[in-house]
């Protein structure tokens, strides 16, 4: 079993930045691959970055490509979002996720675990 706790949500204005972090829990959590996701409001959940248990693959949603850096430290089982130039449209409930598959793919589906989720506010 795993458990993931994510911070570092707030508020911040457009153009400024901001880091989440989600921490987990549970045997061999390092081999885990990680992924952030958000949903908007009134928006469907969708895939923001990835990344495999060792950082050597990464992937990133089209819009967030450029602006978002996502990063994992396994000695403190931790996974990062770094945001900069935030835009209105980032506005979301931010969620990490965990797969035991070591695939690094854009579906929810494919996570077995997930974080309650952290809210981040861009202003205008």
């Known amino acids: 079993q795993v458990q993931l706790v994510e911070s570092g949500g707030g508020l911040v204005q457009a153009g400024g930045s901001l880091r989440l972090s989600c921490t987990g829990s549970g045997r061999d959590f390092s081999r885990y691959a990680l992924g952030w996701f958000r949903q908007g409001p009134g928006k469907e959940r969708e895939f923001v970055a990835s990344i495999t248990w060792n950082g050597r693959r990464i992937y990133y949603e089209d819009s967030v490509k450029g602006r978002f850096t996502i990063s994992r430290d396994n000695a403190k089982n931790t996974v990062y979002l770094q945001m900069n130039s935030a835009k209105p449209e980032d506005t979301a409930v931010y969620y990490c996720?965990?797969?035991?598959?070591?695939?690094?793919?854009?579906?929810?589906?494919?996570?077995?675990?997930w974080g309650q989720g952290t809210q981040v506010t861009v202003s205008s």
């Open positions: 996720a965990a797969r035991s598959d070591g695939g690094v793919g854009s579906r929810s589906v494919e996570y077995d675990y």
